[in-house]
C-alpha cells in the first residue's frame, strides 16, 4: 500500500472505510480498539464516523448496525433503512437463525414491521 493511501485511511473513519468496502462491518471492534489507543479527543461516535444517536443504537441493538450503514449508503433515515425490505434481507444475512431472530423481533416490537 502507498503512503498516500496509508495515509488518507487513516484519515477516514469506521463508517466511511465501510461504505467504501476498504473494512467488515465486523472491524468495528478494531476501530474501537484503536480509538481506546489513541490520543483522540473526538467522543466514540464521532470517531467512529456515527451519530450520538447512531452510536447510541448500536451499544443498545448491536444487530442494527447493519441498518445505520445501509442508511448510510442509500442517503436514507435511519427509520427508513430499519423499515425497508432491504432490512429484512439483511437479517436474512444474520450470522445466524438467533440472530436472525432478535432481528425480526426486534423490527416487530418497534413497530417497523408487522
Known sequence: MSNVISIFRKRTNFLEQCLNGDVDINDIDDFI???H???????LYKYLGLSRNEYALYVE???????VIM???????LDD???FQDGMALAARAKDADEAH???DWLRTTGRIQ
Open 33 to 35: 480498539d484503536s480509538w
Open 37 to 43: 489507543e489513541s490520543d483522540s479527543t473526538d467522543p
Open 61 to 67: 441493538q448491536p444487530f442494527t448496525l447493519p441498518f
Open 71 to 77: 442508511a448510510h449508503k442509500h442517503n436514507i433515515s
Open 81 to 83: 433503512a430499519l423499515s
Open 102 to 104: 432478535k432481528v425480526t
